[in-house]
């Protein structure tokens, strides 16, 4: 933090706190004036859905009202219906909560909290509704009315007072990691810094890029952002997607050549001294990109059967570096638009993705059954003693477990996070105690009632003000302004209370044991999987021949690499050393650049490229950590070979620049490659 930095900024945390205290104390007043039965939910509603950057809010509050529309609705469709067969009635609502949580999971975005809100909005409002079956409809309509009501208020202090647009924060990260990439692509193509250096600024982008993507997704509910600015972030973020893996190439093509093979051609080496030159340079002083690819397209050599493994080589590396100038060259031109807000339309493109700017994501529908299960088992549970005990107050129970659980699934380890929510809702408990039994009883007058609360909710407000805090934050306010249970008249009675925090607490205590149980899996397994999924994808481009874009292919690499480097401690070594250099991610997008080849290679070529593509499918479905079969390497030669010498000058390029990457990637520590030997081979 620094000092000369604007109070607003320097204090976003406390300002943030005292914008959601008044929009709660805002909707709580309202709440009340409209006689609301449950006032409260507007209150808590703020708290929930307020984000520090007003796009956030908006999104979420958005999703929310979404949210809870299709849970009331699902609710009103329920329990009429069902009143009379309790067990199928808690059997249907545990269901319907497993299946939302499915989707959420599946979904992954911040677009994911419809599908979960949907699901536990039915435990919510039907378990208590259980008694008074024939209200049920008034009951749904007042609970989407005081939350949508805690959501108009959220949104519009959040926009209106000091608000914080979503879309300098995303240029910020965008511009400091373009920044970070040009230092990158600088040292790669002066050969300098270690390979570690080298490897930890790599993994910083990949995880900074699954970041930016999270933030961006509420870049369309930001009404303070220029559309011109979200269409260009946009653009530019697709070529983010590519330009990591196009710098990994270059320093791969530069090790396989050796400083050797360099001081053999000056040219060469002096291109690359010029364009990590153009790279840092400001954009002022940038010769113009057409002149770098001039220089490039003058050190490309004549390739045919005879030529050696170091001219393959060094054609892969031109082609590379003419992507990271066209790339680079498209980011600049995006960011300039931009900043002077330009229509981003009128821009000449080098790059064009071919699947459009849909982000991709990774699933894992194996590991949201296992969270789905338990969601279930936990909620059925506490119906049943519920149920079995005739416990007045025990609704809570099956309420808590199924919003402990539908929370916190997307962790690696929930129970851990579910017990630490237990603990701060037992806090919640405590103050809420303090409140209805000796401080509350002694307000008559709403302003009272406002100063009494400021302490306690502004410091809430602080804490999910701050990343570290947030969710300590949350559960704080959502869980004190819920139990606090604020209406127009007083009517605390401390045995019903009780009765209703121990209900409350045996919901998320029945949650976390049965979670510990259904998810035991922890971070190693899920990276395994994780690895084993990139096999999977690289097989299934091989069946298809590459008939995938290559932004959208980067996309869900980097968005399983974002996931692996969180558990990169848990892999084996030798899918450690694939992670650091994003191996799987190049020979993905390599099979890809061969779908370019295919429509102008001679049928030969094809066959030849077609069997490798097959051989290699097999290979990476039946990889179990050892190693690529010696066959493969075989198998990637003979189609070298044969592509070396295909008339087709444009397709030949593109081809060579897949296979070469292929075999650096599945056998980077082979012998070159031998243009006679594989010649007869062939």
């Known amino acids: ?92 609502i545990a269901l319907w909560v497993g299946l939302c949580l499915y989707l959420s999971l599946l979904d992954g975005t911040p677009r994911s909290y419809v599908f979960m809100l949907a699901g536990y909005t039915v435990a919510l409002i039907g378990f208590p509704s259980v008694s008074e079956p024939g209200a049920i409809f008034d009951t749904a309509v007042a609970r989407l009315e005081e939350i949508s009501l805690g959501i108009i208020c959220a949104s519009l202090v959040s926009t209106i007072v000091f608000p914080r647009s979503v879309a300098p924060a995303v240029a910020h990260r965008v511009d400091a990691w373009l920044a970070d990439a040009r230092r990158l692509s600088q040292v790669v193509l002066l050969r300098e810094g270690t390979s570690e250096t080298h490897r930890a600024k790599r993994l910083k982008l990949a995880t900074d890029i699954v970041e930016i993507d999270t933030l961006s997704t509420h870049l369309a509910y930001d009404r ?48 690359l001294e010029d364009l990590a030159q153009w790279i840092a340079s400001d954009v002022g002083a940038r010769q113009p990109a057409e002149r770098i690819r001039a220089a490039i397209s003058g050190q490309q050599a004549v390739l045919d059967d005879g030529a050696d493994w170091e001219r393959i080589i060094t054609t892969s590396l031109l082609l590379r570096l003419r992507e990271l100038v066209d790339l680079s060259r498209d980011c600049r031109a995006l960011t300039e638009a931009i900043a002077e807000n330009r229509n981003v339309a009128t821009i000449d493109l080098a790059f064009h993705s071919e699947a459009g700017a849909a982000p991709v994501r990774h699933r894992d529908r194996g590991l949201a059954l296992w969270s789905t299960a338990g969601a279930v088992v936990a909620i059925l549970i506490c119906c049943a003693f519920w149920i079995g005990t005739g416990w007045p107050d025990g609704a809570s129970a099956p309420m808590m477990a199924a919003v402990a659980c539908s929370f916190f699934a997307a962790q690696d380890e929930p129970a851990r996070f579910i017990r630490s929510f237990g603990r701060w809702s037992l806090v919640a408990i405590v103050v809420v105690a303090v409140y209805l039994f000796a401080v509350v009883p ?48 007083y009517s605390a009675d401390f045995a019903s209370y009780a009765n209703s925090a121990v209900a409350f607490f045996v919901g998320i205590v029945v949650a976390e ?170």
């Open 1 to 92: 933090m620094r000092a000369d930095e604007p109070f607003l900024v320097r204090h976003a945390d406390l300002v943030f706190a005292l914008k959601t205290f008044a929009a709660s104390m805002l909707a709580l007043v309202i709440a009340l004036a409209m006689d609301l039965p449950r006032p409260y939910w507007a209150m808590a509603t703020v708290y929930i859905t307020s984000q520090p950057l007003a796009g956030a809010t908006s999104s979420k509050a958005f999703f929310r009202v979404m949210g809870t529309l299709a849970g009331a609705a699902m609710t009103v469709a329920l329990v009429p219906n069902l009143i009379d067969a309790p067990e199928l009635l808690c059997l249907a």
């Open 224 to 271: 303070l952002t220029d559309r011109n600015a979200v269409t260009g972030l946009g653009e530019i973020r697709l070529r983010m997607l590519t330009l990591l893996p196009v710098i990994a190439s270059l320093e791969d093509r530069l090790a396989a050549l050796g400083e050797e093979a360099l001081r053999r051609q000056p040219g060469l080496k002096r291109l």
């Open 442 to 489: 002694a307000i008559s007058h709403i302003e009272v009632l406002v100063v009494a609360l400021a302490p306690t909710f502004l410091l809430y407000g602080f804490l999910i003000g701050r990343p570290a805090t947030a969710g300590t934050g949350t559960a704080l306010a959502a869980n004190t302004a819920t139990l606090l249970a604020i209406q127009s008249t």
């Open 513 to 682: 044991i049965v979670t510990r149980i259904a998810r035991g899996v922890g971070a190693e397994w899920i990276a395994n999987r994780l690895v084993l999924s990139n096999w999977k994808s690289i097989a299934v481009a091989a069946e298809r021949r590459g008939k995938r874009d290559r932004a959208e292919f980067a996309g869900l690499m980097l968005h399983r690499l974002g996931l692996l480097v969180q558990r990169i401690a848990f892999l084996s070594e030798s899918d450690r050393r694939d992670t650091d250099s994003l191996v799987q991610l190049r020979i993905g997008i390599n099979i890809i650049d061969l779908r370019r080849a295919r429509y102008g290679l001679a049928a030969s070529t094809i066959a030849v490229i077609d069997d490798m593509l097959d051989r290699l499918a097999v290979a990476c479905r039946g990889y179990a950590g050892d190693g690529m079969p010696a066959e493969l390497l075989t198998s990637v030669d003979r189609a070298l070979a044969q592509a070396v010498k295909d008339p087709n000058d444009s397709a030949r390029e593109d081809a060579l620049i897949g296979l070469v990457g292929i075999r650096r990637g599945l056998f980077p520590d082979a012998p070159a490659y031998r243009p006679r030997a594989e010649s007869v081979a062939a």
